[in-house]
């Protein structure tokens, strides 16, 4: 066993995640965590390895952090939210002394450079740009909507805008006229602008090891930002193989060797796929918890597992089901975001609490009744969480609920 | 919830417990939500919440409280209880799992390394003496406004606690609240009746003298208050007793009756079947059994008929509580007033509409073969003998309870034209403005809908006079000034005064001149200012209502009864309150007293400037008024620094 441990190494997760480090203690290998000094306190109360850092900008001092790190024994980083994505590249490229890893990685920090690669690899993409300024994206929208013959008067097609290195939906807005424009924040600069995909929006959650895929799973939107189901529906799953494919595709273009991949995809009624953007890290709308509730298996750990080089190929093979075929249930969950601006009760319909789909909700009234203003596609106030056995019912309910007036 | 579903909400919270239970110490708190949430579920039921106290010993090692200001229960303190069951948000639901982990450590089932049983015991005695409205959910404003789920699971806690423990320790502090609560001679008595019940289990106990003597002389005057009906066991035994007893035993009996009534203003069931013997037997003893002063004597002689006859539809052993009122009516003269008389003899037989007739009568009324007309009798005579006993429940309907108030005290004709409408047809018209509004064209009043814990006058009127009210402020929306100057004497009556103000002026929701309102209600209405004009009718004003902070909680209508001196010489305003529960605490030292200062019966009162730094708007004479310039800058500066730091902080103040 000592052999063992010190074979392995120790892990370093970067970012502060209980469920990754309760993910992490269970799966009885040595990790530590990397993450902002306010949480020392509480890791050294509850006995957790722990070294405080500041994850801003990669700079002259990140070499600190590896030779730290080195020090204590850490052979792998395991990137836990965006921000940590790069530094993940960095660490993971002087623990494996191949410093390519670090520039990969940083393709998956910033979108216009994604968009770019994926492009050059033959992937279907949207018409993009990068912004620097308002008159970027005024140009953009006007060009864009000239080139579909929009006459003076028409609707105009919306674009999206994007601040280049977040994550996930943050500042992501849609953009119809002008008005729209003045709206975008001067922090939200530079941003990708690209054009409006239509089609059912989906993402994938691919875990990668050794640049083959160990797992896919196909997340359902029902609605972009609002809710989301897993496995995805019979409808969406008979395209398997061509997301499959479209995946090792993108695999290969980005060398993606170990992790986990989030890309997301629109795909038109005659299965052609467009690509949105891919991220390296954990996904939003509390698609690991779905996975686990609807395959059983701890999600963050397949992260880890997939992440190490050092994992076998039995490891592998024991860890993870058959992607659909083993899935118990469709798992699905609806955020909720209060419409109105001052929150008098919580209003939770014994209808819905009675329904058999219905697993569990964490809305409270929050301690401040007054409401924060919503940006881009903005911060759920609570989640409901669905699980069933038909998927066409998930999607009504999902939808059923969407309108509803959680907080009153 | 039915059987099965307080078992599933069991199961689902023994699970989420569970989970808590078998998590790491850092890893507590992602699953502390869904412990809270399967408790909220199962805390909705009075059912639901024993089965989720016999959790309670596992709260603190499964670590329900870990991380959070609730970790360590030596570190409690009562005081903060009230506080956190009445947030909105998840704390209410932790200070409630925190009470029955208390609770857990009290009877020895979970041993607490920083907390003795017997401290725990006290810390929750302390918490039901400090939050003695959730034991006895209170109709004030208070509790109208802030309602909500978490309030009642809040109430189904004390209501557990209060089983749990000994009410021993806080049995002197309910006994102040009931004399508190009775001294203001409320019509409705559900709810002190309901305390006295809950406090009669206290006699058993080991409590001090003046609270048992004080608690056993209430659980008499609403349960055998004489030496006979002491004897008896039931009313019919009582019964038989009265036919076969002595002039002088009978004589004895009513005597003692008239003293526990007017010593409480509480009647007990065996009072009626003692006016109801009289009635047939012995008219003589009537006088004496209702506690008739020299006034209420006489017109009990000249009206002998009708008083037999109200007597004979309208008392019973179930409307017992009407005798309080009977007398007072009586001793009011209003019996003098010829118009009055058939008004009354009316309400006998009037058909009544059968929407009225469904709200009139109760479960309780219907399983004794009690009819609509004896209710709506009954109820009459109480608002008529007891005009500022009527209150508005849990309805934000003071200006109808108001407007009831002060018909009973200078208008009973009309009140009685009302009532009989009402009940008749299920429906009533003022004319506002030479146009006549019906309240049953109307959709909608103040109140969405009407809580019908009421009076049965209130319980008939409300709906209407809510909805004409509220027509009529809507007619005034764009006035630019406060309707209630038009609304008002369209409303009440004729002889609210047409000089009104307003210290907020509606346009821009700015205090305005605060200086010239003082001023003026001084000039208006202090016998040292207004060159000596009385207030001769009561004066419909608006106030603020403050918690113990002084923190805004709402607008209301009271009406100021009168100005007087009090016993040690100070001018104090006295004022009726629709929420028949005056003495709350408004905060900065305001606490309106409902005896000790001259009150009178249902009377609250408060010094004059307190008064003064609680209101926004009133009615006043321009024809009687002194000298504005007169009043001191001082008086004026201190009931504006009062108002500015209270109510006044969520206002824009215009210079």
Not at chain 2, 38 to 54: C, F, N, Q, V
Request: aromatic share 10%.
């Amino acid at each position: 066993m000592e052999d063992s441990i010190l074979n392995q190494g120790i892990t370093a997760l970067l970012g502060w995640s209980l469920p990754v480090i309760e993910a992490a203690d269970r799966m009885d290998r040595p990790f530590l965590v990397v993450g902002p000094p306010e949480f020392q306190e509480f890791a050294d109360r509850n006995e957790i390895a722990f070294v405080a850092w500041q994850f801003e900008r990669l700079n002259e001092q990140s070499g600190e952090l590896a030779e730290l790190l080195e020090q204590k024994g850490v052979k792998l980083a395991v990137p836990i939210y965006e921000e940590t994505v790069e530094w993940a590249g960095a660490l993971n490229a002087r623990f494996q002394k191949d410093p390519r890893i670090f520039n990969r990685s940083l393709l998956l920090r910033d979108k216009g450079l994604m968009k770019r690669r994926a492009q050059m690899a033959g992937i279907k993409v949207g018409v993009f740009e990068e912004a620097y300024n308002r008159d970027d994206v005024h140009r953009f929208l006007k060009r864009v909507n000239e080139a579909l013959i929009k006459l003076d008067g028409d609707i105009n097609d919306p674009v999206h805008v994007k601040p280049l290195s977040k994550a996930g939906t943050v500042g992501h807005r849609l953009i119809r006229e002008a008005g729209d424009i003045d709206l975008i924040p001067d922090e939200d600069f530079p941003c990708l602008i690209e054009s409006h995909l239509d089609g059912q929006e989906f993402s994938c959650e691919v875990f990668v090891h050794n640049g083959k895929i160990r797992f896919l799973n196909i997340t359902e939107y029902v609605h972009l930002g609002h809710s989301n189901f897993v496995p995805a529906s019979p409808e969406l799953e008979t395209w398997r193989p061509q997301i499959h494919a479209a995946i090792e595709k993108l695999i290969s273009a980005f060398e993606i060797k170990y992790g986990i991949i989030h890309p997301e995809y629109f795909i038109s009624p005659d299965g052609t796929l467009n690509f949105g953007e891919v991220a390296a890290r954990i996904p939003g709308g509390h698609i690991f918890d779905l996975i686990g509730k609807a395959y059983g298996f701890n999600a963050y750990q397949a992260q880890i597992l997939c992440s190490d080089p050092d994992t076998t190929e039995e490891e592998l093979k024991a860890f993870f089901p058959k992607e659909v075929e083993d899935a118990k249930g469709y798992a699905g969950s609806l955020m909720v975001y209060p419409r109105v601006r001052l929150i008098q009760r919580l209003n939770v319909p014994t209808e819905l609490k009675n329904d058999p789909y219905f697993d569990r909700h964490d809305m409270f009234i929050p301690a401040t009744s007054k409401v924060a203003e919503r940006v881009g596609f903005g911060n759920h106030y609570g989640t409901v969480f669905f699980y069933g056995d038909n998927s066409a019912r998930m999607k009504e309910l999902l939808l059923q609920y969407e309108d509803y007036d959680f907080y009153i | 919830m039915t059987d099965t579903a307080v078992q599933a909400a069991e199961s689902k919270f023994e699970q989420a417990l569970q989970t808590l239970e078998q998590a790491k110490p850092f890893a507590k708190s992602l699953y502390q939500t869904e412990v809270f949430q399967r408790a909220i579920d199962l805390a909705h039921t009075d059912e639901g919440l024993d089965l989720l106290k016999t959790h309670a010993a596992r709260f603190d090692a499964a670590g329900v409280f870990s991380g959070g200001p609730w970790e360590d229960a030596s570190k409690l303190q009562p005081g903060f209880v009230g506080g956190s069951l009445k947030l909105k948000g998840v704390n209410s639901v932790v200070e409630l799992m925190s009470e029955l982990r208390m609770l857990a450590i009290a009877r020895g089932e979970y041993e607490h390394p920083g907390v003795t049983a017997d401290e725990a015991r006290t810390f929750l005695n302390e918490v039901m003496a400090l939050n003695l409205n959730f034991l006895f959910p209170a109709e004030t404003e208070e509790a109208r406004i802030e309602s909500g789920e978490h309030l009642e699971r809040a109430n189904r806690l004390f209501r557990l606690l209060s089983r749990e423990l000994s009410l021993k320790a806080i049995s002197r502090k309910i006994v102040e609240e009931i004399d508190r609560l009775t001294t203001q001679r409320p019509i409705m008595v559900g709810r002190i009746v309901n305390m006295i019940r809950t406090a009669e289990k206290m006699l058993e106990e080991d409590i001090d003298a003046d609270t048992r003597s004080s608690l056993e002389h209430y659980v008499k005057a609403t349960g055998t208050p004489t030496p006979f009906s002491e004897r008896h066991s039931d009313l019919r035994d009582y019964g038989r007793f009265l036919r076969e007893a002595s002039e002088e035993e009978l004589l004895q009996e009513a005597e003692a009756f008239a003293r526990m009534m007017h010593s409480t203003g509480l009647v007990s069931a065996y009072h009626a079947t003692f006016i109801r013997h009289a009635n047939r037997k012995n008219h003589d003893l009537i006088a004496a059994a209702l506690g008739l002063d020299d006034i209420g004597r006489a017109f009990l002689d000249t009206q002998h008929e009708l008083v037999r006859d109200m007597i004979q539809v309208a008392v019973t052993p179930e409307t017992c509580q009407i005798l309080y009122g009977f007398a007072g009516m009586l001793n009011r003269g209003l019996l003098s007033q010829d118009a009055l008389l058939p008004s009354l003899r009316r309400l006998f037989e009037i058909d009544i509409h059968p929407d009225v007739h469904k709200i009139l009568l109760s479960e309780e009324h219907k399983r004794s073969g009690i009819g609509p007309n004896a209710v709506l009798l009954g109820g009459t005579i109480s608002v008529l003998g007891q005009p500022l006993g009527v209150g508005q429940g849990l309805n934000p309907t003071c200006q109808s309870a108001r407007a009831i108030s002060l018909w009973s005290q200078h208008a009973q004709n009309q009140l009685l034209e009302y009532i009989v409408r009402a009940a008749r047809d299920n429906d009533i018209d003022i004319t506002f403005e030479g146009e006549v509004i019906f309240s049953s064209q109307l959709e909608g009043g103040v109140a969405e809908e009407i809580h019908q814990e009421l009076d049965p006058v209130s319980k008939v009127l409300v709906p209407h006079l809510d909805k004409i009210y509220n027509e009529m402020m809507k007619r005034t929306l764009l006035r630019l000034e406060d309707g209630h100057k038009w609304v008002n004497p369209a409303f009440y009556g004729e002889w609210i005064q047409r000089g009104f103000i307003n210290l907020v002026d509606p346009l821009t929701g700015a205090v305005v001149n605060f200086s010239a309102f003082v001023k003026l209600f001084y000039a208006t209405h202090h016998p040292d200012y207004n060159n000596g004009y009385e207030l001769i009718y009561p004066n419909p004003v608006g106030i603020y209502i403050t918690n113990v902070s002084g923190e805004l909680l709402g607008l209301h209508a009271v009406s100021i009864q009168r100005v007087a001196k009090d016993e040690s010489g100070e001018w104090r305003i006295y004022f009726y309150n629709p929420n028949n529960d005056s003495g709350q605490n408004w905060g900065q030292g305001i606490e309106p007293s409902v005896k000790g200062h001259g009150e009178f019966e249902g009377e609250a009162s408060l010094p004059f400037a307190q008064f003064v730094a609680r209101m926004y708007a009133f009615h006043y004479n321009p024809y009687e008024q002194g000298d504005t310039y007169m009043v001191e800058t001082e008086i004026v500066e201190e009931i504006e620094k009062m108002a500015r730091e209270s109510w006044g902080v969520g206002y824009t103040w215009a210079l």
